[in-house]
């Protein structure tokens, strides 16, 4: 889980003379007293020039409270404690080191092994197993890059030396990774949840259909490229195969069922629900399995310690600017630029699709959030979308943006895996865009989708 963030977002992605026009540009906005614009450009200037995401949030606000003079400066030590001063925000480390117990303690190879039983007689077999081993690991991790690194070694392996195209195999681990945080448990959700003032519950419920509808479109992609290019069935299926991988991969099969099944019952609330992953991770790889050695499992905290700092740096750090931004009433101005289709929620929901998609090619998932959603979750709450719904629709694009470039974390993560050039993943991972766009498509103008399952238990 280390490799699923980092503190500095990208290389200096702008010539010199670009930098510095943009940097002046800031400078002629602070001295003309446009101090609202002077945020946004110092801000998006800092990003290109590839500073740290919670410093550029942090650094372009605290500029402009010392500009502006409107607020002491300490406001902002202020607003950023009390940003992560959180309940929910409790569940991200644990939902974390859970996940990283998971890759570390033997599971994801029980997982694959169960899965490869049960769906390796069809044709394309592998590939199927692929996006079935990511359903289930999802209930688990609840983040895309986690799912990529842990079982994306043993899949992408597998499919190689099963013959198949190492483009289809790398294209499909991508596309599959993209379940992970759309099923709950779901990192982004969390910070969603936090930033938009919703039920992380619901959020967590939200996505399960449309997940598994995502894994279902992909799977019809994976038919139709097996039949076109010959692939065969990697295995014939046999019950007494399938009953023994069930049996060894079932205690690991039973988290996602403690996790989920825990909160929809009501048992315990998301933040307890990750706490109770954690202690069960312990429980398998501690006295089950066997596999976590106190070395790993020292390493495993200090990866987990160093990926909950810098979410909770980026959240303290977009606190502030979500408070600056409603202060100044920023949002309303966004939501009267809609003008005319304020009120059409499938225009709304279009042009949002759009903006979350352009947006989800060049900034990492949790900065995305952080600052999209106080600037359009307005918008969408006046066009009549549900914060939970518009929740779902908002990490699905972000979860796409995974595998496009020039970000496209999920696609340098298995570039490192496979060791692939990053262009022939790229290539391998363009087929299967289709379907995960037209499970947007389904859940953004279907709403039923999302909130079926929310309405029935919460509502």
């Known amino acids: 889980m280390s490799s699923t963030l980092s503190l500095r977002h990208g290389r200096f992605m702008v010539p010199p003379v670009v930098a510095i026009l943009a940097v002046a540009f800031c400078v002629v906005l602070a001295l003309q007293g446009q101090y609202i614009g002077f945020l946004f450009a110092t801000l998006f200037t800092l ?55 998971m890759n570390n303690g033997g599971i994801t190879n029980r997982i694959f092994d169960f899965a490869l039983a049960l769906m390796g007689w069809m044709r394309g077999g592998l590939g199927h197993v692929n996006v079935g081993a ?196 920023v949002t309303q101005q966004v939501v009267a630029l809609f003008g005319p289709i304020a009120d059409n929620p499938v225009a709304v929901l279009l042009l949002i699709n759009l903006v979350l998609i352009i947006v989800g090619c060049f900034m990492e998932t949790i900065a995305a959030i952080t600052i999209l959603v106080p600037v359009l979750l307005p918008v969408a709450v006046n066009a009549g979308i549900d914060p939970v719904h518009f929740g779902v629709i908002m990490v699905l694009n972000l979860m796409i943006g995974l595998l496009t470039p020039p970000v496209g974390m999920v696609i340098y993560v298995l570039s490192r895996v496979s060791n692939i050039p990053f262009e022939r993943c790229m290539r391998g991972t363009l087929p299967f865009l289709v379907p995960l766009f037209l499970a947007l498509l389904l859940v953004t103008f279907i709403p039923a989708l999302s909130m079926w399952l929310p309405t029935l238990i919460y509502r």
């Open 47 to 101: 990003l290109v020039m590839g500073v740290p995401i919670a410093i550029c949030l942090a650094g372009s606000c605290l500029l402009y409270v010392y500009l502006s003079g409107q607020v002491p400066d300490i406001i902002v030590a202020h607003r950023m404690i009390n940003g992560v001063d959180s309940f929910p925000l409790l569940a991200i480390p644990f939902f974390i080191l859970a996940g990283n117990l």
């Open 134 to 329: 990511s359903i289930v690991f999802s209930g688990m991790s609840g983040a895309a890059v986690a799912d990529a690194g842990g079982l994306g070694t043993i899949e992408i392996k597998a499919m190689r030396d099963a013959g198949y195209d190492q483009e289809f195999a790398v294209g499909i681990t991508a596309a599959s990774s993209t379940i992970g945080p759309i099923i709950p448990p779901s990192l982004p959700m969390v910070i969603y949840g936090v930033m938009a003032g919703a039920s992380v519950g619901q959020l967590f419920v939200a996505g399960l259909v449309p997940g598994l509808l995502m894994g279902v479109v992909l799977m019809v992609m994976i038919a139709v490229l097996a039949r076109r290019r010959g692939y065969q069935r990697d295995t014939t299926f046999a019950l007494k195969t399938l009953r023994i991988t069930f049996a060894r991969a079932f205690l690991s099969l039973l988290t996602p069922v403690i996790i989920v099944g825990g909160i929809i019952t009501g048992m315990f609330t998301p933040t307890e629900a990750a706490i109770a992953a954690v202690v069960y991770a312990l429980f398998l790889g501690t006295v089950v399995y066997r596999t976590l050695t106190w070395r790993r499992l020292v390493q495993v905290s200090m990866e987990t310690i160093e990926t909950t700092a810098i979410i909770l740096m980026i959240v303290a750090g977009a606190s502030i600017f979500a408070w600056i931004l409603t202060s100044n009433q």
